[in-house]
């Protein structure tokens, strides 16, 4: 069973504004952690921000930010003033506590920022 | 300077031959990961080591076996390569196994079965 799904596959933006990606996840661990990554035209995977689940507080780097909702299962990812170069393809993962360091991953939104 | 190196970024191979896939990260990190994104599934979990020793193996094939020579180096070898090994293999690596730290990822090494 997918564990990690982002519903959304293309969001298109102009720059400037902010943009917020959808992710819900399944687990029965009372325990996990959640991740988002971007991954560039180059291919490149690069780690933006985590949220453990024991946090209330929502995670904050720079211009991301995340809106975490345990009841509802859901980390969507908070972009603002966003820029040409945010233009990627973002990733929602998780890990269990007991997952053996394993780290599922959803398939991916695709950002287009525009000028 | 690149943390986590890979090699070849680019491998050409025909059906039925062998490949290894180098992988060396900088980082200082105890723990090392392969991970397969192919365009059929999302990133896919292979491997994790920690301190050399394997510590999880969720790859169905024993066609993949990896090897590390030194704490940082964790290669992956193929054989009998299939049409459908054709994807892209992310090394990644993280502070310690077990210590739910996040994971960076090596540029990645795209092979492609003829």
């Known amino acids: 069973a997918q564990k990690v799904t982002q519903t959304q596959t293309s969001i298109s933006v102009v720059e400037k504004t902010t943009v917020t990606m959808d992710c819900v996840y399944e687990t029965r661990d009372s325990s996990y952690f959640l991740f988002w990554y971007k991954q560039t035209a180059s291919g490149e995977i690069v780690f933006l921000i985590r949220q453990d689940s024991y946090k209330k507080e929502n995670a904050t780097v720079g211009h991301y930010s995340l809106n975490f909702q345990k009841p509802k299962s859901s980390i969507g990812l908070i972009i603002t003033a966003t820029q040409i170069e945010d233009s990627a393809v973002y990733f929602c993962?998780?890990?269990?506590?007991?997952?053996?360091?394993?780290?599922?991953f959803g398939d991916g939104t695709q950002l287009v920022v525009k000028p | 300077d690149p943390k986590i190196i890979q090699k070849p970024k680019y491998l050409v191979a025909v059906t039925g031959s062998e490949k290894i896939l180098i992988c060396e990260q900088y980082?200082?990190?105890?723990?090392m990961y392969w991970y397969r994104q192919s365009a059929k599934k999302p990133l896919e979990f292979m491997f994790s080591y920690s301190y050399q020793k394997l510590m999880d193996n969720q790859t169905a094939s024993s066609r993949f076996q990896p090897q590390s020579s030194k704490k940082n180096h964790l290669d992956l070898q193929i054989t009998a390569l299939k049409p459908d090994d054709s994807a892209t293999y992310f090394c990644a690596s993280s502070q310690n196994w077990g210590d739910y730290a996040e994971q960076f990822f090596g540029p990645g090494t795209r092979l492609t079965v003829l």
């Open positions: 993962a998780m890990r269990e506590e007991n997952s053996n360091n394993r780290i599922f």
């Open positions: 980082l200082g990190h105890n723990a």
